[in-house]
């Protein structure tokens, strides 16, 4: 068995009386790229902290290859939405950070964090403190200080978020390279279709909180992948899928919201399936 498989075998998860997951089975393949999407606030970000050992289940169990998760560990590595550099270490004494803490050389881990800068076109910034660093290079930092320590299982919730669109795309096309480089298990979290079809090898929609598997979708777009594909005609058909089911779980977020929620519900429809028809309308023309 490959190493960095996760299951999840029906799994509750409640704070106190609030329940945030229901039953969820489903698995996390070995070296695939699995993107997990569904509402805001549905428990996404609990399923990574379940992973993580963050969090233990109320009921049911999170196996790493056949093993109970218990705690933390360096198997398991995330990369949250708000950066969580230490701002009072240089990016090189970052990234030297987790070999260091697992009892490597000094020499060895200035190597190691040196050759993944460098890797993440970072070279030359080792000496820089994190607020001297844009956006998207501390995000490089974050993902040169969990890829380091080579993890069976990589996580990141929501990394891109608040990034403007260009450097989101950049960020995108840096993981994609580096996962086709070298794959390893990684749980991607994003409420953005298009990032989930673009990096993903397979896509989990959840429900509504309590969350549970709604639908495994299989991205079965080629790699290497660059960013015509997002206007091929099966992008399209993956992306109308995806958001039939999302707005089937949005509707049911927003069952007791405002009295407008039903025209919010619409207009977002309108505009996902506009970006739709006119991808599937480019790829026409394009015979793809």
């Known amino acids: 068995m490959s190493a960095g498989r996760v299951e999840f ?9 609030k329940q945030v997951l229901a039953d969820c089975t489903f698995e996390f393949t070995p070296a695939r790229f699995t993107a997990l999407i569904g509402p805001s606030a ?15 289940p109320s009921s049911g169990a999170v196996l790493l290859d056949g093993k109970s998760v218990d705690g933390p560990g360096w198997d398991r590595l995330v990369v949250f939405q708000e950066t969580a550099l230490f701002p009072w270490k240089s990016t090189l004494h970052n990234v030297m950070f987790g070999p260091l803490n697992r009892h490597a050389a000094r020499r060895e881990a200035e190597r190691q964090a040196r050759a993944m800068l460098a890797r993440l076109g970072l070279e030359g910034f080792e000496t820089k403190y994190p607020h001297q660093l844009s956006g998207g290079m501390q995000r490089r930092a974050e993902l040169a200080r969990a890829l380091v320590n080579s993890p069976l299982v990589m996580l990141l919730d929501e990394p891109f978020r608040g990034l403007d669109a260009m450097t989101r795309e ?7 390279r580096l996962f086709e480089e070298e794959p390893v298990t ?15 090898d397979r896509i989990l929609v959840v429900s509504n909180a309590p969350a549970s598997l709604k639908r495994v979708i299989e991205v079965d777009l080629p790699r290497p992948r660059d960013l015509k594909m997002l206007s091929s005609r099966r992008f399209a058909e993956i992306h109308s899928k995806i958001l039939d089911l999302m707005l089937e779980e949005v509707k049911k977020a927003f069952a007791e919201g405002a009295g407008d929620a039903a025209e919010v519900i619409e207009s977002y429809g ?4 506009s970006q739709s028809a006119d991808a599937s309308g480019e790829a026409s023309r394009d015979g793809t």
């Open 170 to 176: 950049l960020m995108q096309e840096y993981l994609l």
């Open 270 to 273: 309108r505009a996902a399936r």
């Open 186 to 200: 990684t749980v991607f979290i994003t409420t953005e279709i298009e990032e989930a079809i673009f990096l993903a």
């Open 42 to 56: 549905c428990g996404k970000t609990t399923i990574i902290d379940l992973i993580a050992g963050y969090e233990r």
């Open 9 to 17: 075998r029906g799994v509750t998860k409640r704070f106190g009386t």
